[in-house]
């Protein structure tokens, strides 16, 4: 079946730091591809759709300059938190799917982020 | 805007029991598409099972089938002959068949298989 590879899967860094997460569609292209945020024991909250080569289209509250997504090629989308403080600590989990439509979102195994 | 609802925070269900968890949505698409994931403590979310609006039958993979109740917006996911490896969240969700098909999850049901 489909394969998205995230990376890395745990992240621990000092405040003020800025981090890169990597999502990847290894066996398809990924026309689309959607980041979440999820805080301990709630459900996924999406954060913003991604499409190859145009801006991000980020939900109602979430800072784009706080989380910059890159999705430049069709497997391979980036999320960086910059500036990151002990507030942005949270599982980050990606998501990606291809052109045909109706098809399931494939997701990545997520990254645990936390800032001291 | 589209809403789902798990009324069931937590399930406890013995070894090779069925156990259905429940999911009611919300929507005025015509057209849009019911998932269920398996949300295992390590934290990736593995795709169960489908159902689209206007799928006539109730879909099912293995061990998994969805009762699809068209009329009462609801979606329950039926796991048939639990094995204790199928402890974990259990997310539903529904995603609306225009734009960039987005998916809105529920709050989830941690379901505990017991020997």
């Known amino acids: 079946g489909a394969v998205v590879s995230q990376h890395p899967s745990w992240v621990i860094c000092k405040s003020g730091t800025s981090v890169k997460i990597e999502c990847r569609s290894l066996?398809?292209?990924?026309?689309?591809m959607f980041w979440y945020r999820q805080f301990p024991k709630q459900s996924l909250m999406l954060m913003a759709t991604?499409?190859?080569?145009?801006?991000?289209?980020?939900e109602q509250g979430v800072e784009k300059d706080k989380f910059l997504i890159n999705h430049a090629s069709l497997t391979l989308s980036t999320l960086t938190v910059t500036s990151a403080h002990p507030e942005d600590s949270s599982f980050y989990i990606c998501?990606?799917?291809?052109?045909?439509?109706?098809?399931?979102?494939?997701f990545g195994d997520g990254t645990r982020l936390s800032i001291l | 805007a589209q809403k789902i609802t798990q009324t069931q925070p937590g399930m406890f269900v013995q070894e090779k029991e069925a156990v259905t968890l429940d999911c009611t949505y919300d929507?005025?698409?015509?057209?849009?598409?019911l998932f269920w994931y398996k949300q295992p403590s390590s934290g990736e979310m593995i795709f169960l099972i489908y159902?689209?609006?206007?799928?006539?039958q109730n879909a099912t993979e293995g061990r998994y089938s969805l009762n699809f109740q068209k009329a009462r917006k609801s979606a329950n996911l039926v796991i048939s002959a639990s094995q204790l490896g199928d402890s974990a969240m259990y997310f539903c969700?529904?995603?609306?068949?225009?734009?960039?098909?987005?998916?809105?999850f529920g709050t989830g049901t941690r379901l505990l298989v017991s020997p």
């Open positions: 969700a529904m995603r609306e068949d225009t734009g960039f098909q987005k998916l809105v």
């Open positions: 998501s990606a799917m291809g052109a045909r439509r109706n098809q399931p979102q494939h």
């Open positions: 929507t005025s698409d015509q057209s849009y598409g």
């Open positions: 991604s499409n190859e080569g145009s801006k991000a289209t980020y």
């Open positions: 066996d398809f292209q990924a026309t689309t």
């Open positions: 159902q689209g609006s206007y799928d006539e």
